[in-house]
């Protein structure tokens, strides 16, 4: 290939490129149009980071605080500061103060945040009625104030079903839920879950809260929502249409270094939150959003390996599933499809046609090896 | 990437000028994640990371005063955290000399969205890891263009290099990864 061609490429891709580069760069593509198949690739490798990573500086920034603490007291307020640095008397004085001042404005951000965010307890008698999809089955349902919610399978929520007559409409949730919120501007809607909590106005969104899985997640599909996570209610995260958000548990593998002169402790799990667009999978001429394809009744996944289909199969069809495959062929393939009305054993001999493997399926057991 | 240029330029001036504590936290969110990742590809922990970065972003706040005199702030702040982090590896390591070339560094194309055209996890492993075995300069160049938006220039002055070896190095990343393409499609 054209080594020029990669030289204005690279310009190109860091903005870096004069107008009459990527004139010329044009120019070469059109000569060398076997080129341009690179040019894509190369771009779309670039470009799709588009993953904003929404780093929690908090713990960050307590720790910096911690460490330069110094340079932030108020060292007119303290007298002793102020003469020429003595003996070791004078200078264990401003450190201890240090550390109160610390102390009382973390414990005093922490309440005071508590106290501006937290959504109106939850009274326990308030949830009085439960509705429950099983295992392998999904329903849909129409909630007093006109909100429609579509329950995935294995999923629960909880709400007031007098809900009108409250100054909010609260509503709990294990697993995944769509919901289509029926406008009430003087009501927001409120869902709580284990890790999360979404507050709304009206508009369409997915949730899923499985209690077991890693990863929470919510995709919007239109109007906007706010979601705040449990353990930090001061930090409020904003979601366009088409962006999805995830909270992933990472156990936490790095131990804490003692130098900082105050030990903040960390989590024990690290959470990563994370903000990207949804794209839609192209199958057979049809765009899908695999995220709230289950709403039609529609498994769609993409890019998956057996292990991590498992536990969706086993969801969707009320199974258990069993894996036991040494082919590292067939164990990291990774399958991109959709089912629709199938059954456990047609959607299997699905796959199957793609990388071998046998499967067996005794009541609501599968083996697959 | 404009707006947030005029919010730091709003941010940096408050700082300057009111000794706002809030704008510098806001400011210490822009930079620190940044600046914590480019230390360590210096210092390899998360630890020496998170201090030295740490430590660069005080450098912010005591000189406050004179924050406005500073051209490209960014820039500065990534100097401020390669500096101290050679100073770290200098007391740290008995090797007197220390240059770009051994510091080891990963890159990884997360790649969410590979249905567009079809780079399949396969060839994005492929692709990573002919990136990962450029030479270690090499990497950290693409890494600051890449995953910073960094411009040739910005990242000239960052690793005191000159804005041509940049820009060269660039090519050496991109043409590294063509010819994994090419192999594999066997084109």
Redesign the interface.
């Known amino acids: ?1 054209d ?1 020029r061609i ?2 204005l ?3 190109k ?4 490129a004069t107008p009459e580069e990527l004139e010329e760069l044009n120019e070469l593509l059109t000569r060398h149009p ?1 080129a341009l ?2 040019a ?3 771009t ?3 470009d ?2 588009k ?1 904003r ?1 929404i ?1 929690d ?1 908090d713990i ?2 307590l ?2 605080l911690a ?2 603490r110094p ?2 007291s108020v060292p007119d307020a303290d007298p002793s500061s102020l003469q020429p640095s003595g003996p070791h008397r004078r200078r264990i004085r401003p450190l201890t103060w240090t550390l109160i001042l610390l102390a009382l404005f973390a414990g005093g951000w922490y309440i005071f945040s508590r106290l501006r965010t937290a959504p109106p307890a939850p009274n326990s008698t308030d949830t009085n009625t439960e509705l429950f999809a099983g295992l392998g089955s999904r329903r849909s349902l129409l909630l007093p104030d006109g909100t429609r919610v579509w329950l995935n399978a294995g999923s629960r929520i909880q709400y007031d079903s007098d809900m009108l007559h409250k100054n909010t409409r609260a509503l709990s949730l294990s697993g995944e839920a769509f919901f289509d919120v029926a406008k009430d501007k003087d009501r927001p809607f409120i869902i709580h879950t284990d890790k999360i909590a979404i507050k709304v106005l009206g508009t369409a969104f997915n949730v899923k809260a499985y209690p077991r899985d890693k990863i929470t997640e919510t995709v919007l599909m239109r109007g906007s929502i706010e979601l705040t996570v449990n353990n930090k209610p001061y930090q409020k995260i904003i979601l366009k249409p088409r962006e999805k958000f995830a909270l992933i548990d990472e156990p936490h593998d ?1 131990p ?2 003692g ?1 900082s002169p105050v030990k903040i402790p960390r989590p024990a799990q690290q959470e990563k939150l994370v903000v ?2 949804v ?1 839609p ?2 199958l057979e001429d049809k765009e899908y959003v695999k995220e709230v394809s289950w709403v039609d009744d529609e498994f769609v996944f ?2 998956e390996t057996l292990e991590e289909l498992a536990p969706k199969l086993e969801r969707w069809f009320n199974v258990q599933i069993r894996i036991r495959i040494d082919d590292p062929q067939v164990r990291d393939y ?1 399958y ?1 499809g959709i089912f629709h009305k199938e059954t456990i054993d047609q959607a299997l001999t699905a796959l199957r046609l793609i990388r071998p493997f046998t499967f067996k399926i005794t009541d609501s057991h599968v083996f697959i090896h | 990437m404009e707006k947030l240029n005029t919010d730091i330029a709003t941010l940096l001036y408050s700082v300057a000028v009111n000794n706002d ?1 809030p704008s510098y ?1 806001r400011l ?2 822009i930079f ?2 940044s600046l ?1 990742k480019f230390a360590h590809c210096y210092l390899r922990s ?3 990371a ?2 030295a970065a ?2 660069s ?2 450098v912010l ?2 000189h406050r005063d004179r924050l406005m005199e500073i051209d490209n702030v960014r820039v500065w702040l990534f100097v401020v955290t390669r500096n101290r982090c050679l100073n770290i590896l200098k007391h740290q390591q008995a090797r007197a000399t220390l240059s770009l070339d051994t510091i080891p560094i990963e890159i990884t ?9 079809c ?3 396969e060839m ?1 492993k492929k ?1 990573e890891k002919a990136v990962n075995q450029l030479p270690h300069r090499c990497k950290l160049i693409f890494k600051l ?3 910073e ?1 960094l ?2 220039k910005e990242v000239a002055d960052i690793l005191n290099l000159s804005v041509k070896t940049v ?1 060269a190095q ?2 050496t ?3 590294k ?2 010819q994994t ?2 192999l594999d499609y066997s ?1």
């Open positions: 290939m080594p990669i030289q490429m690279a310009r891709l860091s903005g870096e076997e198949y690179y894509e690739l190369i779309q490798l670039w799709e980071e993953m990573e780093t500086t960050s920034y720790r910096h460490r330069h340079e932030f790095v804490v270094a130098s990207q667009d794209v999978v192209q993409q890019n990774h991109t | 504590e936290r210490f969110d620190f994640p914590k998360v630890e020496l998170e201090e740490s430590d972003m005080i706040w005591q194309f997360p790649g969410k969205d590979p249905e567009q055209i780079i399949s996890t994005r692709m263009v890449k995953e938006g411009s040739y820009d660039l090519v990343a991109l043409r990864i063509t393409i090419k084109l």
